[in-house]
């Protein structure tokens, strides 16, 4: 699986946009990129995914680089409860190839929200 | 999304003891779970894979006989961390796979073992 590199923190103002870079120098044409987040002692919440396509749903964009090798999550108005860590995971899906589609975290990025 | 739950939500043990945790989908079927685990201030590891109907694919460095996974149907998975030890104190999440290209998780479990 390619590995991804993430800042180990990150602040930003409540109202403003958060931006969350990613990079996945090593990722091949099969993986997706796969956004997930964890609020403190809860589970992870899916975000967003895509492949090479920009993509947007009512949580955040995902911006991808074209050679893919680095995208950016982007939280358009953080509200505090945005605080989390965010992990950006890359991964051949599930079913795919065989795939079992098990997503290795890495340490993400804490992203503290401040009024 | 799909909902995941697991029960119970936090439990605290004796050593020795046994400790069962499950996992349910509640509103797909999942061919597939994954438990993991994760240590304060660490990130999640997975510690195993189980398939509906047949036996679970644990990960390296993870007791098969210590972690036992039951996946009997395709809505329920359960983890029973037996003859439960301090080090084994964790937060246990279970995801569930299924079609799609994302996965579900769990709530979690918050075990301490004394």
């Known amino acids: 699986d390619a590995k991804t590199t993430q800042p180990t923190s990150m602040d930003c103002a409540e109202g403003r946009a958060a931006n969350l870079p990613c990079n996945h120098s090593?990722?091949?044409?099969?993986?997706?990129v796969y956004w997930y987040r964890q609020i403190h002692s809860q589970g992870p919440q899916y975000i967003i995914h895509?492949?090479?396509n920009n993509e947007t749903n009512e949580m955040a964009s995902l911006i991808i680089t074209e050679d893919r090798k680095s995208s950016t999550l982007i939280l358009p108005h953080a509200t505090l409860r945005d605080t989390a860590v965010y992990y950006c995971?890359?991964?051949?899906?599930?079913?795919?190839?065989?795939?079992?589609?098990?997503?290795?975290f890495g340490k993400g990025t804490k992203l503290s929200v401040k009024p | 999304g799909a909902v995941v739950s697991q029960h119970p939500s936090r439990v605290i043990c004796k050593s020795g003891t046994s400790v069962k945790i499950e996992c349910r989908s509640l509103?797909?079927?999942?061919?597939?779970m994954f438990w993991y685990r994760q240590f304060p201030k660490q990130s999640l590891m997975l510690m195993a894979t189980s398939n509906e109907g047949s036996k679970a694919t644990y990960e390296q460095g993870v007791e098969k006989d210590k972690f036992l996974i039951n996946h009997a149907s395709l809505t329920l998975s359960t983890l029973t961390v037996t003859s439960a030890h301090p080090e084994d104190s964790s937060f246990y999440i279970c995801s569930c796979g299924g079609p799609g290209f994302w996965q579900f998780f769990g709530p979690g479990t918050r075990l301490t073992v004394l």
């Open positions: 895509g492949l090479k």
């Open positions: 090593t990722i091949s044409g099969n993986e997706y």
């Open positions: 995971i890359v991964r051949v899906p599930m079913n795919y190839g065989g795939s079992q589609g098990n997503l290795i």
């Open positions: 509103d797909f079927q999942a061919t597939t």
